[in-house]
């Protein structure tokens, strides 16, 4: 058993390393595109807390429902090959900075410090600072995180119901009848907040395509990644000292290769030319010629 799980963990880390020295095409030096620029420049630069009342006071007013995203490096990736993608970002209502490249973008841009509010704090906060009868929906995550996540944030707050749970698994959510029916069920409710947790670009895409529009509900669909995964606690985030070190996309490669390996590293070796550009940004801005 020793031998077997050693094996396991040594493919692992090949894994890992493999897709670290694997010749990268083109799509690496990609600079940072207008919409990424738009990102960048909407960004939430206020406290958590902040964040979490602003979305409760949209969530319980009768508005039409939007949208709040949680960019990291590799959402910048995403936003040069999917039109569906870059809509739900410019149609979101806050642009929650989840990544420290994207808070360094932005200082380098504008020279102002952004803070992180990423989908796993806010989650946290939100369910420890809510003052006010909340409903809930959570979507996404592992096969039990929702319901875990269900039972934890009944049991941390009593304002809050959770009033629908679903794990949408990947096989589910590429079913359009799935969807449709997912999408039948969370306006029946109609929760205030909707937490999804189906991972990039699916989560925003479904949410800007089939939870909002003229025959949507009211309410904030807040897209959270693994938040939901790490709130239910059926996995691990990173220790708060490798948070400190802006080291947690690798404790994250590390613990999950196959998944997460080939997708930080891509995201890593984007982050030069994505500071260059940015560079390039400031310049324009302050009406100067950047050297090239």
């Not at 319901?147 to 009593?158: D, F, G, I, S």
Request: aromatic share 8%; net charge positive; proline share 6%.
């Amino acid at each position: 058993m020793v031998v077997v799980l050693q094996t396991s963990r040594r493919c692992d880390l090949a894994y890992f390393v493999c897709w670290t020295i694997r010749p990268y095409t083109s799509r690496h030096s990609h600079a940072v595109t207008m919409c990424d620029v738009s990102v960048l420049m909407r960004l939430y630069c206020h406290p958590i807390e902040d964040a979490v009342r602003t979305v409760t006071d949209v969530a319980t007013q009768d508005q039409p429902r939007s949208v709040v995203v949680t960019p990291n490096l590799h959402h910048l990736l995403l936003l040069q090959e999917s039109q569906s993608f870059v809509d739900s970002y410019s149609a979101a209502l806050l642009i929650l900075p989840d990544g420290w490249p994207v808070c360094l973008l932005r200082r380098v841009a504008v020279g102002q410090r952004c803070a992180r509010v990423t989908g796993a704090d806010f989650v946290s906060c939100f369910a420890r600072l809510t003052d006010r009868p909340v409903t809930v929906a959570i979507v996404g995550g592992a096969p039990s995180a929702a319901k875990m996540a269900a039972e934890r944030m009944r049991a941390e707050n009593p304002y809050i119901e959770v009033v629908l749970v679903d794990p949408a698994s990947p096989g589910s959510m590429s079913d359009s009848a799935f969807r449709d029916d997912l999408q039948n069920r969370v306006e029946l409710v109609n929760p205030n907040i909707i937490f999804l947790g189906l991972g990039a670009p699916k989560q925003e895409v479904f949410a800007h395509q089939y939870l909002t529009g003229p025959a949507a509900g009211t309410g904030v669909v807040l897209c959270v990644g693994a938040a939901i995964d790490f709130y239910a606690q059926v996995k691990r985030r990173a220790p708060r000292h490798i948070q400190i070190l802006r080291l947690e996309w690798l404790y994250r490669a590390l613990s999950e290769p196959r998944r997460l390996g080939r997708r930080y590293m891509s995201a890593a070796l984007f982050l030069p030319s994505a500071v260059s550009a940015t560079l390039r940004l400031r310049a324009d801005l302050r009406g100067t010629t950047h050297p090239t």
